[in-house]
């Protein structure tokens, strides 16, 4: 194993005839080489793992980032992980070698440089049956026709989400909440692309009783699963049987909306009611105008904690979802995993939701594993080296 950082325990894969190595990576060891660095997403798997409760998290703009909450040793250093305690880094997806550790998990191998978009099952168009369900959610409505069927038929107790706040200027403020109903899946239906770091409701779900989770997150946020369980966290990994996984190029601050939104083209964040990416950022307003904005005039907004993610296909999911493509009124679904297969196909068996092969849209594939190298491309030369990580040469 080679890379820009080393050490006598390295964790990861073991060695060759040998047993794994002791992993003994604590607090210090992720802020040096994950927080300090800008590898770190805000994803919060170490917020939700840590069972001391000293890793805080400011969910708001400018923040998303964990942080120590003892003092004692400074902010670079925990006296739970000096006397052992190594659950943040176990559950951190950008980690060391978090993504080979994930693949194998997941796979029982690692991914190739003829696969940019990860391993998968499957790439089908789907989009939920129930008129209602499509229309208020997003695309083809499919992440809240799964959530729905989920709940319904036993498969889980709660889904890990996000929501917008109420009330006078909270529009379009994503915050992580549990879904427990049909109700509150719709209440949470639509894409915001503002940050949520959806884990941090875990707690919630917990204390109500739910025993089996589904997560919903973005790329960085859905691998905290797999990374999680192969690295034994433990009971927070556990929790999760469904992971869903939002395709993801970046997410933006917050202040999108006031200074360039507002200031430039006069769209008041209160008068929004939907937005989209495809190409450009659609926005649909309640008096019904519809506006389309160059995607070229928002990087200056990109969320800090996008600039290294070198995932935009949510790879670690046991269903990824995205609506780009040619069909705006579709989800290209991409099944990864046993139990990814097994909800999507008693849906369509059931008739929960309606599909059609992914190779209608052969554009729609095409722009997913371009997006996908497009965004490898960001994991920086300093960080724990993976060959893996960018793929070999698309044959053309």
Partial sequence: MTGAMT???????????????????????????????????????????????????????????????????????????????????????RFRTWEDEADDFMFGRHRTGEEPSGVFKDIILTRASDDFVHEIGQDGGLVSAILIWALDHGYIDAALTSYVGEGEGN?????????????????????????????????????????????????????????????????????????????????????????????????????????????????????????????????????EGCNHCPDFAAEHADISTGGIGKYSDWTLTIVRTDIGREIIMKMLADGSLIGRPGDEDPGAIALMHKLSEKSRVRWPKFAWEKPALLPEPTKR
């Fill in 7 to 93: 050490g006598a325990t390295t964790g990861g894969p073991q060695a060759s005839g040998g047993a794994p190595p002791r992993w003994t990576f604590q607090w210090k060891e992720l802020y040096d080489e994950v927080i300090t660095t800008g590898l770190c997403t805000g994803c919060a798997g170490c917020v939700i793992s840590c069972p001391h409760d000293v890793i805080g998290y400011e969910h708001v703009q400018g923040g998303f980032m964990p942080f120590h909450l003892e003092s004692e040793l400074g902010l670079e250093d925990c006296g739970h992980g000096q006397k052992g305690c190594t659950s943040c880094t176990r559950a951190c997806p």
């Fill in 171 to 303: 529009q379009w403020t994503a915050s992580p909440g549990v879904a427990f109903n049909r109700d509150d899946v719709l209440r949470g239906a639509g894409s915001r692309y503002t940050y949520s770091a959806n884990t941090l409701a875990y707690n919630e779900a917990i204390e109500a009783g739910a025993q089996k989770l589904a997560l919903v997150g973005m790329s960085c946020q859905s691998s905290i699963v797999p990374v999680a369980k192969s690295r034994k966290v433990g009971k927070v990994g556990n929790r999760f049987v469904l992971n869903i996984g939002l395709l993801c190029s970046k997410s933006f601050d917050e202040a999108i909306f006031e200074e360039l939104f507002e200031q430039k083209y006069g769209l008041d964040r209160h008068l929004i009611r939907k937005t989209n990416i495809k190409g450009v950022f659609q926005i649909w307003t309640h008096d019904g105008g519809y506006y389309e904005i160059n995607l070229k005039e928002c990087h200056a907004w990109t969320r």
